[in-house]
């Protein structure tokens, strides 16, 4: 069984940045390797969307349009953490930000993927 948190989440004015951590434990011997993290947000009145993924192994990462040049995903075997940075924001990045771990974090559907944190807010706003 693993434990997802995110982090780093809060408020910022549109062309701010901010990154996100998903932090991912597990039990002794755990190693993140063999996982990959996809990232979703859900805004105010819509569904959750998956933004962005990164995957186990080849570390290859995937973007949604609407993020893709200006949301970067990066993972830190050591430390079993994903990290989310973001850049340029705009008003309609604000949402709730989940991570996602799976084998499959890519290629899976939301509804199949095994371990979520509960998220953090992040709002883009002047």
């Known amino acids: 069984q693993l434990q997802v948190e995110e982090s780093g989440g809060g408020s910022v004015q549109p062309g701010g940045s901010l990154r996100l951590s998903c932090g991912v434990s597990?039990?002794?011997?755990?190693?993140?390797?063999?996982?990959?993290v996809a990232w979703f947000r859900q805004a105010p009145g819509k569904e959750r969307i998956q933004i962005g993924c990164?995957?186990?192994?080849?570390?290859?990462?995937e973007y949604t349009d609407s993020v893709k040049g200006r949301f970067t995903i990066s993972r830190d075997n050591a430390k079993t953490t994903v990290y989310l940075e973001m850049t340029s924001l705009k008003p309609e990045d604000t949402a709730i930000y989940y991570c996602?771990?799976?084998?499959?974090?890519?290629?899976?559907?939301?509804?199949?993927?095994?371990?979520w944190g509960r998220g953090t807010r992040v709002t883009v706003s002047s």
């Open positions: 990164i995957k186990r192994y080849d570390e290859k990462e």
């Open positions: 996602a771990v799976d084998h499959f974090a890519c290629t899976r559907g939301a509804g199949t993927l095994s371990y």
């Open positions: 597990g039990p002794s011997g755990f190693s993140l390797d063999p996982y990959g």
